[in-house]
């Protein structure tokens, strides 16, 4: 069994706006990286991502940047759970334009070991995710932070 997850959504904003929300560390600071994203995704790089929930700043591995496209990333998993001998997990952004002006981002995670704990860590990131687009979609649209005081 291959230990992933998928989310997506729809964002009534362009494709660019959209992408540029994730790949901006100012705007994914904004709504996503409550203790603030240092260094813009682009290929090759290593960023880092600080959450007010899960304190101290992660380093995320920028693997590919297609603009407007796709964003691929590497992360550490939560310990003992990732099934690649660095113990990461890749993370795939997609950004898709619709044909109403909408947004469809889709994004996958995959690369946990098949334990009861590498499941947990990956029904852990669902939520993550879910919460991270439903962020991006009430920050871009109505132009707030819904994480804002939520963790702290």
Not at 29 to 58: E, H, I, M, N, Q
Not at 137 to 142: A, D, F, I
Request: with cysteine.
């Amino acid at each position: 069994m291959d230990v992933k997850l998928k989310v997506s959504g729809r964002i009534a904003k362009p494709v660019h706006e959209v992408f540029e929300a994730v790949a901006d560390p100012a705007k994914l600071s904004g709504f996503f990286t409550t203790g603030g994203a240092k260094g813009r995704l682009t290929t090759g790089a290593t960023v880092t991502w600080d959450f007010a929930d899960f304190p101290g700043a992660f380093p995320v591995q920028v693997v590919e940047v297609v603009d407007d496209k796709r964003i691929v990333l590497r992360w550490g998993a939560a310990e003992g759970t990732g099934a690649d001998p660095s113990g990461n997990t890749t993370v795939t952004m997609s950004f898709e334009a619709l044909e109403d002006g909408r947004t469809l981002v889709t994004i996958t995670e995959a690369g946990w070991i098949e334990t009861q704990q590498g499941l947990d860590a990956c029904v852990g990131n669902t939520e993550g995710w879910t919460g991270m687009l439903c962020a991006m979609k009430v920050y871009l649209e109505r132009g707030f932070n819904l994480r804002e005081g939520f963790y702290k």
